[in-house]
């Protein structure tokens, strides 16, 4: 066993960069959503609603546009085990963690900036993700995902 892998240095080569890409990736992973689920806790008090409606009059002080934006990367592993999912067929949950990722990081900064500049709320949240580098390594696959979200925050007269 030990020869084969002795006499094939471009298999033990894959496998060292297969393992690490899981390794590297599963903890940068983890302190993401660690730091995503801490913050989350953090703006929790400040409303983001999809809904329209109106104030009464003399009740908004302010409103303006606020926006936040991410581009979150799949690392190695993921990115083989995806492509092995699209042969097969059926969920890629290497993909679902990478775009849950990234929208509700995007929402984060949004809400960031609207806390900031003294929001109250934010009405009429919309969400839009795009993938990067599709074709940048001429593979066709996914490289990165780009997630902005962005709506209408509002300053209440107190």
């Known amino acids: ?3 084969f892998f002795l006499q094939s240095p471009d298999l033990v080569i ?6 690490l890409g899981y390794a590297a990736g599963s903890l940068a992973e983890k302190r993401h959503y660690k730091s995503i689920e801490k ?4 703006l929790v ?8 409606g109106s104030f009464p009059p003399g009740r908004v002080r302010q409103a303006f546009l606020v926006s936040g934006s991410t581009v979150v990367s799949i690392d190695y592993f993921k990115r083989l085990l995806a492509i092995l999912r ?13 775009v849950d990722r990234a929208r509700r990081e995007a929402i984060l900064r949004m809400k960031a900036e609207a806390q900031q500049r003294g929001a109250g ?3 009429n949240l919309r969400l839009e993700t795009a993938t990067i580098g599709r074709n940048a390594n001429r593979k066709n696959q996914v490289g ?8 209408t925050a509002i300053v209440f007269n107190k």
């Open 45 to 52: 008090r400040l409303a983001v609603v999809t809904a329209e």
């Open 121 to 123: 709320m934010i009405l």
């Open 144 to 151: 990165s995902v780009e997630a902005i979200a962005y709506g």
């Open 14 to 19: 894959f496998l060292v960069l297969l393992a």
């Open 86 to 98: 699209n042969i097969f067929g059926g969920r890629v949950k290497a993909y679902e963690s990478l």
């Open 39 to 42: 913050r989350e806790r953090e």
């Open 1 to 3: 066993m030990v020869e």
